[in-house]
T-cell receptor
Framework: GAVVSQHPSWVICKSGTSVKIECRSL??????MFWYRQFPKQSLMLMAT?????????EQGVEKDKFLINHASLTLSTLTVTSAHPEDSSFYIC????????????FGDGTRLSIL | SQQGEEDPQALSIQEGENATMNCSYK?????LQWYRQNSGRGLVHLIL?????REKHSGRLRVTLDTSKKSSSLLITASRAADTASYFC???????????FGKGMKLTVNP
């Protein structure tokens, strides 16, 4: 089945550091990728929609300068949390949508980000 | 995009029993998707049922869709401890539409 690889799976860093998370579709082409954030015991909250070759569409309340998204190819999207602070600590999950119509989203395994 | 509402929000059963969870939504859809999330992991796609389908099976999973009632159900038969997870439904109007997730249903299967 379709596989989405998300890297890293866990990162701990100091406040003020910028952290890049990668999301790759391994065996299909994804024109659209999505980035979610999940706090403990809560549901996934969509942060942004990333389209290959164009600017990402951010959900209301998500700072685009804080969460930089780049979707440079049909198999790779990156999320960079800039100048991360403890309140940015969360579980970040990406998903990728096959360009074939009516296919489900395929999710990465998530990245646990802990900012000290 | 619309959010599905899962019911119940939590269910605890014994291994071997069946588990049923329901999903309601508000506007017409192209398809409805069910996902599972194990603790600390990403979501795993379970099954997609299209609006012109009424029932679909995949292994121990059975999904029904009633578009007149705007509801779907997911039945897991002969549950196993490994089925312990949160389950989410995602009504979808098609295309490259974003999915909006509700609170999910937390299933605990006790060995």
């Amino acid at each position: 089945g379709a596989v989405v690889s998300q890297h890293p799976s866990w990162v701990i860093c100091k406040s003020g550091t910028s952290v890049k998370i990668e999301c790759r579709s391994l065996d299909f082409q994804a024109t659209t990728m999505f980035w979610y954030r999940q706090f403990p015991k809560q549901s996934l909250m969509l942060m942004a929609t990333s389209n290959e070759g164009s600017k990402a569409t951010y959900e209301q309340g998500v700072e685009k300068d804080k969460f930089l998204i780049n979707h440079a190819s049909l198999t790779l999207s990156t999320l960079t949390v800039t100048s991360a602070h403890p309140e940015d600590s969360s579980f970040y999950i990406c998903s990728a949508l096959d360009k074939v119509v009516n296919q489900p989203q395929h999710f990465g395994d998530g990245t646990r980000l802990s900012i000290l | 995009s619309q959010q599905g509402e899962e019911d119940p929000q939590a269910l605890s059963i014994q291994e071997g029993e069946n588990a049923t969870m329901n999903c309601s939504y508000k506007t017409s859809i192209n398809n409805l998707q069910w996902y599972r999330q194990n603790s600390g992991r990403g979501l795993v796609h379970l099954i997609l049922i299209r609006s012109n389908e009424r029932e679909k099976h995949s292994g121990r999973l059975r999904v029904t869709l009633d578009t007149s009632k705007k509801s779907s159900s997911l039945l897991i038969t002969a549950s196993r401890a490994a089925d312990t997870a949160s389950y989410f439904c995602a009504p979808c109007q098609g295309g490259s539409e974003k999915l909006v997730f509700g609170k999910g249903m937390k299933l605990t299967v006790n060995p």
